[in-house]
């Protein structure tokens, strides 16, 4: 839906980013940019990265399309209305969500000693490694915090490559890098309605295999409805956590589930498959790991999974290693979305407790009613569907309170209010922009990151 702004608003131009073929490319198009950039741009009757040429040609889209609905006085700014019900999460700071992955890959290959040098030869698929779902989204995570960079001729430290194949082969523990045309023979195709995190989408396009292919790693349905996911994927520029559409940014239709065929329906013991990151295996540790004065890694693993099931407001700084009474409060509140009283919700984690949160079972923390501020200082997210054109709840109210506390409230004519518009959207994308946010990062509807940080 594409909303026009009033008479009276003066709106700014947008602003547009070309993508930049990385320089491991080793297309002629590409090749060709790198040894003529220094001196002048390359024209599009030259050639130059299919990507590029895409890009070059929505900007002078939008460009066209901007002056068009600005009707001369200033470019429009054109407003996508998400699909109602979706959970907006907000990606890594200056990661771009791109719609289509642009990722090109390479083969199959073994896996990489210290020296880059290879370990092994590419044989036929070797026998599939039994692996939990818990350690499988760990795995994955453990690129995301490292911010991994994609290439699909550099290898990480683990001997994976760092291209989108690689990192489903790196979070299944395969042993070997694989590639879209052959991570299917480790897997089983499943239905939608089947998909559980772990799950892998695949997209293997026999037209255009290296360039026009792609996969991703499912971490769990984003809403209700069913229409968007978190998506687990190595894309440009870094390994990246996002809500996307199902089944992708674009060929939605061609990309499939499938079920990696070693994973388990339980968990784990000390087998290879564990988590490798000390502190974070998904047996439960002990209840002597938890409590006042214990710092240890469980304690900031039991932060992170909580923070998963809701726990946002009583972690305004993240969690810590180091026992809190956010640590207390968000455990209790878990616990008493379970449905538990008493001695069974006194805030310490036990093996009950452990298990619902590895395995992503029970109920999730519920946000506060009225929108207050929680226990850790974080007023509760109010959901995606409240920023929406039209929409009146106390919690925009409260947004733009703390817009214009920050120092962003430029857009604002009169005393924010309760309903939802759009100056309230062109103030918050500020903010998202000063976050160094850029494309749909920026799009000035409030996800879970962006409301956290107005509200630390």
Request: with cysteine; proline share 9%.
């Amino acid at each position: 839906m594409t909303m026009l702004p009033p008479a009276d608003v003066q709106m700014p131009m947008p602003v547009f980013e070309e993508y930049e073929p990385a320089g491991d490319c080793a297309c002629a198009g590409c090749a060709r940019h790198r040894s003529l950039a220094r001196t002048r741009a390359i024209p599009l009757r030259d050639g130059g990265h299919r990507a590029a040429r895409g890009a070059r040609r929505a900007l002078l889209l939008a460009t066209a399309a901007g002056a068009v609905l600005g009707g001369g006085g200033g470019a429009a700014v054109a407003v996508t209305d998400a699909v109602p019900g979706a959970v907006a999460l907000d990606p890594v700071p200056g990661t771009a969500a791109l719609d289509d992955p642009g990722t090109p890959q390479g083969g199959r290959t073994p896996l990489h000693g210290p020296k880059g040098g290879p370990v092994g030869k590419p044989g036929a698929p070797a026998a599939v490694r039994r692996i939990d779902r818990t350690t499988i989204i760990t795995r994955a995570k453990l690129w995301l915090e490292a911010k991994v960079p994609y290439s699909m001729s550099e290898y990480w430290t683990d001997g994976y490559r760092q291209d989108c194949s690689g990192f489903v082969s790196m979070a299944w523990n395969l042993g070997t890098n694989e590639w879209t045309g052959s991570l299917d023979k480790f897997a089983t195709k499943i239905t939608k309605a089947d998909l559980l995190p772990g799950d892998m989408l695949l997209f293997h396009n026999p037209a255009d295999p290296s360039n026009g292919s792609h996969v991703v790693l499912f971490g769990g349905w984003a809403d209700d409805t069913r229409t968007h996911y978190i998506a687990y994927e190595q894309t440009r520029p870094t390994t990246r956590r996002l809500a996307t559409p199902y089944g992708y940014w674009s060929n939605a239709t061609k990309y499939l589930p499938y079920r990696f065929k070693g994973v388990t329906s339980g968990l784990l013991g000390n087998g290879p498959a564990q988590d490798p990151k000390p502190g974070t295996s998904t047996a439960f540790p002990g209840a002597n790991k938890f409590g006042p004065g214990r710092t240890n890694d469980h304690v900031a693993h039991l932060g992170r999974m909580l923070i998963d099931r809701g726990a946002y407001r009583f972690y305004p700084k993240g969690p810590s290693r180091t026992w809190s009474e956010a640590d207390r409060l968000a455990t209790q509140a878990f616990q008493l979305a379970q449905g538990w009283t008493g001695a069974e919700a006194d805030g310490i984690p036990g093996a009950h407790t452990w298990r619902l949160l590895v395995e992503r079972q029970g109920m999730d923390i519920p946000p506060t009613v009225t929108g207050a501020p929680g226990p850790g200082g974080v007023r509760a997210y109010p959901g995606a569907s409240v920023f929406r054109p039209g929409r009146s709840h106390e919690a925009v109210a409260a947004l733009a309170r703390q817009l214009v506390k920050k120092g962003f409230g430029t857009y604002y004519t009169t005393g924010p209010d309760s309903r939802w518009g759009e100056a309230d959207r062109r103030n918050v994308e500020a903010f998202q922009r000063a976050q160094g946010w850029r494309g749909a990062s920026a799009d000035g509807y409030p996800g879970p990151e962006t409301w956290r940080r107005l509200f630390a």
